[in-house]
Each structure stands twice: as structure tokens, then as C-alpha cells.
Antibody, heavy 117, light 106 residues
Framework: EVQLVESGGGLVQPGGSLRLSCAAS????????MNWVRQAPGKGLEWVSY????????HYADSVKGRFTISRDNAKNSLSLQMNSLRAEDTAVYYC??????????WGQGTLVTVSS | DIQMTQSPSTLSASVGDRVTITCRAS??????LAWYQQKLGRAPKLLIY???SLKSGVPSRFSGSGSGTEFTLTISSLQPDDFATYYC????????FGQGTKVEIK
């Protein structure tokens, strides 16, 4: 069974940093591209970042470019999102999602990030 | 950037109704469109990919159509489990979601 479990969310002050993790199991992690998607409270879905199966290629939404860094450790079946210079508008539930044929076929349960003083 | 616009934003319907949601892309995305269902407090689930291909395990009452810039998601006979928010997503150029359509009980 495919499982994606996010962790690392919490309360952080504006300008602060946070590192999210996503633990994958039930599939060959190194064979799949991965993405992060976020959802602000009461709002819609926003794509955040992509990483190729090897980790060599990454993409970011303009809203996070230069502040967030996606990475993966295929030996540990783990995906990460390093978030720096956090802003109030980054407050959201962050989901990791497995990518198959460019669509997001499995999602984690999400982890809440709150940016507030 | 490609913008995705869904209509309506909210839809009130009864069990057994045929429901149609429209999604428009700001430019031609061929058939690179997916539909997701999200229930309150839960992660989204993929329903349809490549505009009209049903993901394995998704009930056949869900169907998708369209190409280019205009797409539809149809639920042929609304069931109690279908009351949720639905999102379209383009993947022709990176990824963009529509703003969502909430299907609520009439």
C-alpha cells in the first residue's frame, strides 16, 4: 500500500525557517517524481515544487522561488522541503504527492505550517 | 503562466442528479488535464487524468471530457459520498489548479 507521511509542520515566526519531511513507503520511491502542494486555510490547492526521480531536476512556483528548496534521499525513501524567509502567506497545509504520468496519484495527509508572530 | 478557471464555484444538487463542472484553461493544454476530489479535512484524490481517463477504482459515474481549453467533469448520478470539492489541474506546463467547485446538498 502506498503511504506518504508528512512531518515537520508547526508554528514559526515571520522570517523564520522550517523543514518539512515526507516519508514514503509501499512503492519504489526512487522511480517516481514527487511534488509538494499547499492549501491555505479555507482556500484552494497551490502547486509548490517538483523534483525528478533522480533529484537532478527541480521546479518551483514563483511564490516560493528563492526561498524554498526541495530535495530527496532515495536511500531513505524521503522527500524534504526546506522553507526559509517564511511569510504569513505561506501559512497552509503542505502535502507531498507522488507523481505518475505528471499527475498526482497519491497524497499524504498533510502537515500544517503556521507563520505568525 | 496558464490560468485555470472553474465554474460554478458552488453547486447545489440532490442525490441522483446529473452534475457537470466546467474548467477552462487560459491557453491550449491539449488533453493534459486532471480532476481531483477533496473532502473536508482530507487530502485530494485523483479521479481523472488525460482529460477523460478514469483512475483505477474510481466509480464509473465519474467521467471527463474536453480538449484544448474547455473541459468538463460529469457525475452521472450524484451519490451521498460525492459531496465534496472538485479541482481541475493542468499539467501541460508545470501545474496549475482551478479554484475549486464545491458540490453541496440541495
Amino acid at each position: 500500500e502506498v503511504q506518504l507521511v508528512e512531518s515537520g509542520g508547526g508554528l514559526v515566526q515571520p522570517g523564520g525557517s522550517l523543514r518539512l519531511s515526507c516519508a514514503a513507503s509501499g512503492f519504489t520511491f526512487s522511480s517516481y517524481e514527487m511534488n509538494w502542494v499547499r492549501q491555505a486555510p479555507g482556500k484552494g490547492l497551490e502547486w509548490v515544487s517538483y523534483i525528478s526521480s533522480s533529484g537532478m531536476t527541480t521546479h518551483y512556483a514563483d511564490s516560493v522561488k528563492g526561498r524554498f528548496t526541495i530535495s530527496r534521499d532515495n536511500a531513505k525513501n524521503s522527500l524534504s522541503l526546506q522553507m526559509n524567509s517564511l511569510r504569513a502567506e505561506d501559512t497552509a497545509v503542505y502535502y507531498c504527492a507522488r507523481t505518475s504520468e505528471m499527475t498526482f496519484d497519491y497524497w499524504g495527509q498533510g502537515t500544517l505550517v503556521t507563520v505568525s508572530s | 503562466d496558464i490560468q485555470m478557471t472553474q465554474s460554478p464555484s458552488t453547486l447545489s444538487a440532490s442525490v441522483g442528479d446529473r452534475v457537470t463542472i466546467t474548467c477552462r484553461a487560459s491557453q491550449n493544454i491539449s488533453k493534459w488535464l486532471a480532476w481531483y476530489q477533496q473532502k473536508l479535512g482530507r487530502a485530494p484524490k485523483l479521479l481523472i487524468y488525460r482529460a477523460s481517463s478514469l483512475k483505477s477504482g474510481v466509480p464509473s459515474r465519474f467521467s471527463g471530457s474536453g480538449s484544448g481549453t474547455e473541459f468538463t467533469l460529469t457525475i452521472s448520478s450524484l451519490q451521498p459520498d460525492d459531496f465534496a470539492t472538485y479541482y481541475c489541474q493542468q499539467y501541460n506546463s508545470l501545474w496549475t489548479f482551478g479554484q475549486g467547485t464545491k458540490v453541496e446538498i440541495k
